[in-house]
């Protein structure tokens, strides 16, 4: 959405994507966190992992896969 008036766009939700935490840190930090999300304190996926999830709806975050 945005504010034609004084051209600021609003948002209603910020998730944190990336890793090491920092960007769950960032939004604490400006107060825009306001719920823990799934990837908030992963790292080590990439990004087509991250898009596979919101395509997926998450639907397979859980799944343990067997490592060999």
Sequence with gaps: MVNVENNEEC????L???HNCTP???LRDNYLRIISAPLDW?????L????HLFKSGFTDFFIQ????
Excluded: P, Q
């Design 11 to 14: 948002f209603d939700l910020f």
């Design 16 to 18: 944190s994507i990336g």
């Design 24 to 26: 769950a840190f960032n």
């Design 42 to 46: 992963m790292y080590g996926y990439s």
């Design 48 to 51: 087509n992992t991250v898009l």
């Design 65 to 68: 896969y067997e490592i060999d």
